[in-house]
């Protein structure tokens, strides 16, 4: 690539101990050698050679095998060729210091990573400048402070850069400040008009607390296995998506106007996700469907909510594999040819394809997952400002979960910084015992049905309801997850009213208070 970041020494030594040590390529937990490591064709080659070699079963590398690796790729062997691979190698081989392995592998890493910024028009010669070759004092300090800065180090001190660079371009172009009163009694009239909500989601409780699927806006919901996160994004899917659902006390009834959404499921076939719809919009249990078995009237229920489908604009997304680039293509594609704005995400988590991106993002640096499930919901977040849609997706929970008296981010699996880029978070979990004894007081009513899941509240930006617990009786089989009352961490009573959301002619929200 031409770049003036390429340390001769690091790549001499890393290479000449991966040839006499190939078992050095086995411990990816401490070593990350890519292609990107090494500007020169010549030493790409050699490298790729010994990877895939070794790769291939072979626990010993010599100068024939390489030979006839490369007999059957002539570009690769002309490289090798002309560079005297043979000879560079046997001289390497020799001088290389096993014992110097890890000072040798950060260097190269560290030039890898300078070189990936140089290659991008970003100067990073405040950080180590290879032309300064006069100045023998400054030359030893910048050596020193190479190696005795970590990758992310190197990483961050050019972050700050470029946020300056943000702060003093990027952030002025939005014009200048303007008076705090400005246009202030048209915002008051404006909500006295049409209340900041949004499309209703399953549930009156749950949009007492939400105030609905709002625009700009990114709400999680986080579980273990097999408590409901994926089957109560399905209810909201279908609920926002289609204009009825069967209620068992009422039959078929109106849901409001059908929008376009998009389900992008992770993980998941399209006909398990249509099983899951069905189930919900008909209250069938999943389970007469996916036998072919029905009680009376159950067929001719799962009949209507088939046809309830196929007319609705639900769009379903299959993204068992998938990038940061393919999550936010998938939303842009959506909002382009079906005008989708509301968006459910199963789930946050990573793939393969997500860590190879990261990796060739950073030059080879391997990130922790945390940093990685950061960076998704960050780009979640950034889709619902830019193109101004609701998003919903959810996490697993760590292994802290089971023995928490107060859920919340900080049981995210990964990164409970993910909390810092939402609007909206829960948590849901399975009713213990304990829980029970300690509501004995309310459920003696018999006013609620005993409760099975528990939804807490841990962030609610301009809501009235955080670090509460709604109180759930689950038919997870229907996928529906029904809050029935609210109380606080320490199980005392709150008092909180099922608000109704309602969308006129004219596509305006409103809130009834039952």
Known sequence: ???????????????????????????????????????????????????????????????????????????????????????????????????????????????????????CGIDVSDIYDPDNIMDVKKKQLQEDQLDNSTLEQIADIV???????????????F????QAGTGIEDLIEKFKQHPEVGVPLYGPLINTVTRGARLKKFYLRS??????????????????????????????????PAEPVLFITTEQELEEIQTMMLAFLSNVNEEHILNGE????????????????????????????????DVENKIKKNIREHDVKYVFHDYIHTSLKILEEITKRSGGVKLREDNILF????????????????????????GDYQDSKTPDQNLLRGAK?????????????AVKDEDLVALENILSSNIFDRPTIKMSIY???????????LWCKADLGCCRIKPMFCTTYDYEMVSIDDVRIRIDEESAFECDDT
Request: net charge negative; proline share 2%.
């Open 294 to 325: 029905y009680e009376e009237g159950e067929e001719e229920r799962i009949m209507q909510a088939a046809k309830l489908l196929k007319e609705s604009p639900i769009y379903v997304e299959e993204l068992p594999d998938f990038s940061l680039q």
């Open 159 to 173: 972050d700050a850069k470029i946020d300056n660079i943000r702060l003093q371009y990027v952030e002025d172009e």
């Open 1 to 119: 690539m031409g770049s003036k970041y390429v340390d001769t020494t690091s790549i001499m030594q890393v290479i000449g101990c991966v040839f006499n040590n190939p078992q050095i390529l086995e411990i990816t937990d401490k070593y990350s050698i890519v292609d990107e490591d090494f500007a020169d064709p010549f030493h790409k080659t050699i490298f790729g050679a010994i990877y895939k070699i070794h790769e291939l079963g072979a626990n010993k590398i010599t100068l024939e095998s390489i030979s006839d690796f490369l007999s059957s790729r002539p570009k690769s062997a002309a490289v090798y060729k002309q560079g005297k691979g043979e000879e560079w190698l046997l001289k390497i081989s020799e001088a290389c210091m096993p014992s110097a392995f890890d000072y040798y592998y950060s260097r190269l890493k560290k030039f890898s990573l300078l070189r990936a910024f140089d290659n």
């Open 223 to 256: 579980a273990a296995t097999g408590i409901g996160k994926t089957r109560s994004m399905i209810a909201d899917c279908c609920y926002i998506g289609c204009n009825k659902i069967y209620d068992e006390t009422f039959g078929w009834i109106g849901s409001g």
């Open 417 to 429: 910084a993910i909390a810092d880029k939402i609007d909206y978070g829960a948590i849901l979990l």
């Open 459 to 469: 962030k609610n930006r301009r809501g009235r309801y955080k670090g509460v617990i």
């Open 375 to 398: 960076m998704l919901s960050t780009r979640l977040k950034d889709i619902c400002n830019q193109h101004g849609v609701f998003i919903m997706s959810a996490t697993q929970l760590n």
């Open 175 to 178: 014009g200048e400040a303007q």
